[in-house]
């Protein structure tokens, strides 16, 4: 009996595309003849895919993908359409319905859409629908862009709890250096730590229609390992390649989540990763001791400064005073609250500030960052 897994594939611009940049209806078909192969085993799939862009670009005059935003939103806004199309199609020959999910950045940092988004797609993989997110280009203002849709698939993994995040991409995985640049550079077939040796050997786009490069995919398989989401980096122009990256056959990079780490559950991804933290809270050892090994709830006594403005309820950066990020939590303060009452004792807070239990930041509200990066 196979395992059901929450799949989450992430198809790139330039496995979708083909020489000339436009978008290849071929290489489309074949890929969710791939994706229904898994969805064959019983498996749920959410797909992230790009290709708005290189599939309207075309179609609005231009002859090489432009480069100014207004542009590449209204190629998107043309793209989008075809890519669905093509994909509706294709699913629907294997029997499956496809639907379309258009994210940006700011949804993910309300917590409320987060969740409304993560009670869709929930819905949509109960009924076999195949949910396929791309950020909402049209819209998307320069800042709040996930800046690639590598990002936005990690995010996605989390969102839906997956099990596992395959990026498909035009390479078979993560080579130890460049291969644009080192002919000599090698597969690395299993990863267990993202070193600052890979962040350094991953490398910018080879293509004229990829954005973000292996380097955007490492920052974005930090996200999904966080969550304790194993992820897969492999060829999308191999046959079987999703059907044996889930039985751990396929040819790739396999980034394995850290067992030490425990996956984190929604809300505390939607606290670590999306957020998008208001201000910085900056503490002394003790409190860094008390929150990172003693399951502690974190005191105004061990706050040492406050950054930038805040309400009670916003997510804030917690650091220490060494400038290392601890972690992300939930504060109970304002930031004017806090400068008031930073390195007092709980019984010294004047009663007008003090909240229930007084602690700046619970313990379940707080997400340990020392061991991941955040974005
Ligand atoms: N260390 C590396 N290992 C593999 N690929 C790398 C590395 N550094 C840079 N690259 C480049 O990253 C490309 C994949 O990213 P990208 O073009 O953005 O693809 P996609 O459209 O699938 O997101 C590879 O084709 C390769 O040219
Ligand atoms: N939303 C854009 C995606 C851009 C993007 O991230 O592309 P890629 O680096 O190929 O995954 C599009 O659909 O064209």
Excluded at 52 to 60: I, S, T
Excluded at 78 to 90: D, F, K, P, T
Excluded at 151 to 174: M, Q, R
Excluded at 194 to 204: F, L, N, R, S, Y
């Amino acid at each position: 009996m196979v395992d059901k897994k929450r799949i989450v594939v992430k198809i790139g611009s330039s496995s979708l595309t083909s020489r000339n940049g436009e978008i290849s209806l071929r290489k489309l078909a074949r890929l969710v003849d791939e994706i229904a192969l898994i969805k064959e085993e019983g498996h749920e799939v959410v797909l992230v895919s790009s290709g708005a862009v290189a599939a309207g670009y075309r179609k609005l005059g231009f002859i090489e993908r432009p480069t100014e935003l207004a542009e590449k939103q209204a190629a998107a806004s043309i793209g989008q359409c075809q890519l669905m199309e093509a994909y509706s199609e294709r699913f629907h020959s294997h029997g499956y319905t496809a639907s379309q999910i258009l994210i940006t950045r700011s949804d993910f940092s309300d917590q409320k859409r987060y969740m409304n988004a993560r009670n869709t797609i929930q819905v949509l993989l109960e009924r076999g629908v195949v949910p396929i997110v791309n950020e909402n280009d049209t819209i998307t203002i320069k800042q709040l862009k996930f800046g690639d849709n590598d990002t936005l698939s990690a995010k996605v993994a989390g969102l839906v709890e997956a099990d596992e995040l395959f990026i498909l991409s035009d390479i078979d995985g993560l080579y130890d250096d460049n291969p644009n640049t080192n002919p000599d550079a090698k597969l690395l077939e299993v990863v267990k730590e993202i070193t600052p040796e890979i962040e350094a050997a991953a490398g910018d786009s080879g293509s004229d229609v990829g954005t973000g490069g292996m380097s955007s995919k490492i920052e974005a398989v930090k996200i999904s390992l966080a969550a304790g989401i194993e992820t897969f980096i492999g060829d999308a122009n191999k046959s079987n390649i999703l059907y044996d990256a889930v039985n751990h056959q396929a040819r790739g990079t396999y980034f394995k989540a850290n067992d030490e780490l425990d996956g984190l559950d929604v809300r505390q991804h939607w606290i670590a990763f999306n957020s998008g933290a208001k201000g910085e809270v900056i503490i002394d050892d003790g409190a860094r001791v008390a929150i990172t090994q003693e399951q502690s709830h974190l005191l105004p006594q061990g706050v040492r400064e406050v950054n930038g403005g805040f309400d009670c309820g916003d997510v804030v950066v917690i650091r220490h005073m060494n400038g290392e990020e601890v972690g992300r939590g939930v504060i109970n303060y304002s930031a004017d609250q806090l400068r008031k009452i930073r390195r007092l004792k709980l019984t010294e807070i004047p009663d007008d500030i003090k909240v229930t239990d007084s602690e700046a930041i619970k313990q379940e509200e707080f997400v340990c960052l020392t061991n991941v990066m955040a974005n």
